[in-house]
């Protein structure tokens, strides 16, 4: 069983960055595929990216693509995703999530963090 921390929201202005990280706990984190999804106030959590488990593939909503990047230190049991060019709409709480399939829907993951706001002002 995993257990996931995010850390790295905050305030940021548009065109700005961040980097949000995922700890993980357990000695089998490199069987996971992982996942980043969102939820903005009044709205469905949605997916944004997902790392498999070597981190060989890797998989972005459209909204995202170019802008954000998804990574993982197995050694570390930590995975990433830095945010480039933040957009207003980018505003949500940013989850992490683990699972043993290669998708883009939340119900395909098992495990979760607790999430970490994300803010861009205009």
């Known amino acids: 069983q995993a257990q996931l921390v995010e850390f790295g929201g905050g305030l940021v202005q548009a065109g700005g960055s961040l980097r949000l990280s995922c700890a993980a706990s357990?000695?089998?984190?490199?069987?996971?595929?992982m996942g980043w999804f969102r939820q903005a106030p009044g709205k469905e959590r949605e997916f944004v990216a997902f790392?498999?488990?070597?981190?060989?593939?890797?998989n972005y909503a459209d909204s995202v693509k170019g802008r954000f990047t998804i990574s993982r230190v197995n050694a570390k049991n930590t995975m990433y995703l830095q945010m480039n060019s933040l957009k207003p709409e980018d505003t949500a709480v940013y989850y992490c999530?683990?699972?043993?399939?290669?998708?883009?829907?939340?119900?395909?993951?098992?495990?979760w963090g607790q999430g970490t706001q994300v803010t861009v002002s205009s």
């Open positions: 999530a683990a699972g043993y399939f290669w998708s883009t829907n939340k119900r395909q993951y098992d495990y």
């Open positions: 357990g000695r089998t984190f490199s069987t996971y595929t």
């Open positions: 790392i498999t488990g070597s981190g060989g593939n890797t």
